[in-house]
């Protein structure tokens, strides 16, 4: 049986500070090594100092996660020379002596399958490499300690996935959790990596990294497994060992380096005493972090009676989900749910899109209740959201300026019908012996008052029109 | 004037316009020009002290307000950072850095208008006993040039006590300010751990070192200690004190207290001299009013052997920094790929520090952790509980500071196991972090000896007071140099 397993890290974006000093977490706008400081550099003398709300942020991942919490953390030392390490040793968490990292056995279902996580661990993220020079003679490493010290989170699973396939729903859900905890930003370039290890049935176990974005784990996972089907048919062992994967020729590659048996000296890290993990403050967070998704979607579906499946689109985004609780009254729910998962597709669904949509939670309210109160139609409400979304104006002052307002004075919506009535003689005859061609003259009305005559009444009229006849 | 003068007698000049900063300070750098080439006391000088002093002396004259210390000179251990000048540790590895902030202490004393006049010798990273391993050269005993000064902070101890200063900081990890303080005949104090902030000291072994002063006198070492001493936000380890002022209260005495006499530390093994001057130091403590009563702190007798394990692992991690990649010494790049350049430059390590980072790497290796670093713990546990019983039924603990007289320059440097054995005495209160004192107590065969007084955590304020007694009782002769 094929087993997968993973370690995910992922940054805590959404954090002011790195871990231990001052500098900024978001390292990304910065010239090279200009976000530094004597600490994250490990300067002789310098003192690492722990930053509290890493702490909070990473015990609420905890809770989502349904992780223990042990009543006190430590942080230890992972001692290994690499030039992207200031100090020359990694300073994290580590339970091989009991549990001290600030979440362990934690457990997540995805479908019908229950997903264990070993334990998550806070951590600092060391700098970054770049390579520049032509050739290979010419090669330079470049080195930026700008990244060095951003606090991220370990988040280590059992190996209890079966195929690649729940791996990628996994990541999804995972992902959603942290944007909608408020602790990450997964989609920030570099901020969610995640390395997998994967067995088949009698093979040993291989270890993936250098996995660029998480979508592509799926592949190397896929790649994998084929790769290691095909050696045991012929009778090859499947080695233990680590394989990097290649991004451009999407396969894995035996890194040769000695990397499993290196030997990190995990030691305490003393310059950081043990922190008391109070239960009011687990209690506190439990009371104050965001609902979770799994929550959300339950409560649309019972309380306000939206759809199972605009109900999912809801609340596995945050962005709509925050948009959704920020406008809706009691009464217009569903009315709300609609707009955001059919009439906003397309025009919220990039990043960039969403940072410069002009749409407030009242434009929204105040559609949906004007479409409620039938005083513009649904296909009114639409025309007038992208005007809102481009414009930002107020929805009274788009539904003058468009003329979008129902022809809710009946003279002329009975002029209009005469009109239609004169032109579509033939249809207004069929009409009369089928019912069903009636929405033809509908539609025919609805054009000639540009959508803006409410459907139900025009029904009504001609009807009673036909009726009279 | 004379160089000798106390802490209280020097403000006191200066507020009475008796003595200006600049006179004491070109007074303190001509001794320092007279006796270096003898002592090597320093690293490096503080070009800039007269300059400064002038400043200080500026202000007194304008009626400003000045700091506590009026000017005064103070050497600094060559491994806590001062912004401006260099920061050695007495190190090839470090010969060119100068780091870009000044450690806490240094900036408290600066925020009171001390001058920093050198920075001072120590063994190299402060790993030893003698400050025989700087790279630069060893400092030498004013009592006797021929004689270790102790150490590490033995450039500590020198300046301080042949008055090339008025107070020095130096740090202890297992003994290294009361050693040279007990050898060059000068009071020393390491405080209970947290009690001073460790920002800006170069780490060796972390969990287990303090920065601490050294003084002619328990008074001065009091008034240092009320200026470096308390929280600091740069320190996660620092812990509240309360801010007392050590100098208040002084001279209460010891009457009534009760002083244990750690039985392991004044038989076997020490020195004849010394221990004739600790009985005599314990007849005195009686005389003045204490309780004296044998007391046995029997896993002692493991400290060493605990200490030299878990100091050595956290060196280990500590100096791995230390890859000349980003500060350090001028060697080029040029010819090398990572690896080989990472074991060239620290090649440059002496063979004290190149010593403790293999031992220190092996006992945290795989499969020795629980053997070596795990069991150590184990010992300092047991030690911090045995000095927890005991001071449930004493006060204060007494034993000498250094079991054997100083000795001669090279006598032991190819034995480091016997340089090793001289913190028997010193390393209990590094393990379980409470205070030590070491007061200058008498002379033999012209060598000081020092008593050492320890006391439970943050009870520095009994243990200056009891110390300020002892001192009082001597009548030492100057320093001879
Ligand atoms: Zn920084």
Redesign the interface.
Known sequence: MTKIGLEIHCQLTKLESKLFCSCKADYRSFEPNSNIC?VC??????????NKKSVEKAAMLSIALGCKIPPKIGFF?K?Y?Y?DL????QITQYNAYGPTSIGYDGMIMIEDKEIRIRRIQLEEDPGRLVYSGSSEKTQI?L?DYNRAGTPLVEIVTEPDFENPKQVRIFLNILADLVENLGVADPYLEGAFRVDGNISIEKGNRVEIKNVGSFRDIEKALHFEITRQQSLAERGILIPAETRHWDEARKITVSSRSKEEEQ?Y???PE????KIIIEKTLIDNLKKTMPESIMSKKEKYINKYGIPTQVAEVLSSDKFYSDLFEQSHTEKNTKEIANLITTDLKGFADTKEQREQLKLTPKHLCDLADSILSNKITRASGKMALQEILKTGKPLSEVISSLDLGHVDDESSLVKAIDEVFTEEQKAVSEAKQNPDTINYLVGKVMRKTKGKSDPSLTLDIIRKKLDSQ | MTLSISISQYTQKLRDGELSSEEFIAQTLERINNVEKNLHAFISINENAIDQAKQIDKKIKAKEKVGACFGMPISIKDN??TKGMK?T?ASKM?ED?V???D?TVVSKLKSEDAIIIGKANLDEFAMGSTTEYSYFGPSRNPWNTDYVPGGSSGGSGVSVSALECIASLGSDTGGSVRSPASFCSVVGLKPTYGLIS??????FA??IEQIGPLARTVEDVAFILNIIAGRD?????TIENGTPDYTKDLDVGVSGKKIGIISEMVGEGVDKDVQSSTKHAISTFEKLGAQCIPISIDSAEHSVAAYYTLAS??A??NL????N???GYDFSVEGYE??SY?SKVRSSLGPEVTRRMLLG?FV???GY?GKY?QKAQKVRSLIKSQLDESFKKVDLLLAPTMPILPFKIGEKIDDPLKIYLLDINTIIANLSGIPAISVPYSIANGLPIGIQLFANSLQEKQLLQSAHALQKTTNLPGVPI
């Open positions: 004597p550099m490990g300067l002789p003398g310098s003192l690492p100092i722990l030392r001692n020379f030039p200031p100090k020359n040793f490493t080195v030997d000296r995990y030691f003393e310059d950081i005493p | 806590i950072c920061t540790c470090l850095f780091a870009p902030y450690a460790r920002y800006g000291l170069v780490s972390n969990s936000s740069h320190d996660n380890t692992a956290e280990s991690s791995a920094r230390f890859d990649l980003r500060y990572y690896n990472i790497t945290l290796s795989a952790y670093y």
